[in-house]
């Protein structure tokens, strides 16, 4: 083994890993698995030029750069589908500015080749144990079972990516609180990004906690009782109290794998207060609304996302169909009142 200096960054995709657990490093036989840690430095610059830290601070990298990275997959149309490896190479692609890594399979023309990392070899403790995010859990409920009456659920759900679901949330949040109640967030689905939950914590929410918190680096492929788990432990741990509200982000869009697995589960559908869709455009607002029903029997009690910092396109889908919009960006709390009360 081989010990690691200070000064290397500690990523968000980290996040239930202390710093002082991180003693050395080595090269073994192993198969990587999603949570485990490895050590590298940047090599090529690619897409991602920075790192997010566990406080949500972003680095700058260079080349040389040397930081903790995680191993996991990554699901994201605008950018990577990434996979975890079978074997751990000397060089890794940076999926995520939150430090996880693994084998870019495809990607959206839109971006650059991703940034390499040289892999040095896996994390160890101060035993020789390899370290993984999984192992740690910062997510400890008081009890396994839920009480009848829960925090009502502002579920905010989107087309695909940057559809505007975080900016919705954080209107939501930003609404409840001023009006006086108490509200938590989280961020049930993704790829570790710490600034959506601090937009959440930004708009009033407190505390925030996302699938990190229970040492997930993504939750891209997991096993459909792991993603259940993910949702029903954080409501364990959130949402006990009926006087206050729970604003949750599910990630990307309808038809994504552990969304779709979400809506089909009554767990979560029984426990929805509110259901609140964003879109990037009017068509693809009123494609999903299609897709709400026909798929999963839901019908949203609100619209927002992008598509609804535009007058024109409130007027295209106000020709469609009656259900409120709400422009997330420039906030109407009456309105906002009517919809999540």
């Known amino acids: 083994m081989k010990k690691i200096r200070d000064g290397f960054i500690l990523p968000s995709a980290a996040f239930t890993i202390a710093r002082a657990k991180i003693r050395h490093y080595e090269r073994i036989d192993k198969a990587p698995e999603v949570g485990d840690l490895v050590y590298g430095r940047v090599g090529y610059i690619g897409q991602h030029s920075a790192l997010e830290n566990k406080e949500g601070r972003i680095h700058a990298i260079n080349d040389g750069t040397r930081a903790i990275f995680v191993v996991g997959n990554r699901y994201a149309p605008d950018y990577y589908e990434g996979l975890v490896p079978d074997d751990l190479p000397k060089q890794l692609d940076l999926l995520a500015q939150s430090g996880i890594v693994g084998v870019v399979k495809c990607k959206s023309s839109t971006v650059k080749d991703p940034t390499q990392v040289k892999i040095e070899g896996y994390v160890c403790d101060a035993g020789g144990k390899t370290l993984n995010t999984r192992d740690c859990n910062r997510i400890v409920p008081k009890t396994k079972t839920k009480r009848p009456n829960r925090a009502k659920l502002v579920l905010n759900i989107g087309t695909s990516m940057n559809s505007g679901k975080s900016t919705t949330a954080a209107a939501c949040c930003w ?58 432990s954080l409501d364990l741990k959130y949402a006990n109290s009926p006087r206050n509200y729970w604003v949750v982000e599910i990630a ?90």
């Open 175 to 232: 609404a409840l609180t001023t009006m006086g109640h108490k509200v938590r967030g989280s961020k049930v689905t993704g790829t570790a990004s710490l600034k959506d939950i601090l937009l959440m914590e930004d708009n009033g929410a407190s505390p925030v906690a996302d699938f990190t918190y229970l040492g997930y680096p993504s939750t891209y492929l997991l096993e459909p009782t792991e993603v259940l788990n993910i949702f029903n």
């Open 252 to 341: 990307d869009g309808l038809l994504q794998r552990e969304t779709a697995l979400l809506l089909e589960s009554e767990e979560v559908r029984t426990r929805i207060h509110k259901l609140v869709f964003s879109a990037h455009d009017a068509f693809g607002a009123i494609g999903g609304l299609d897709v709400l029903k026909s798929r999963f029997n839901l019908a949203p009690d609100a619209i927002s996302g992008v598509c609804s910092s535009s007058p024109l396109g409130i007027r295209e889908l106000q020709a469609y169909t009656d259900l409120p919009i709400f422009n997330s960006l420039q906030r109407d709390l009456n309105q906002l009142a009517s919809i999540l009360l």
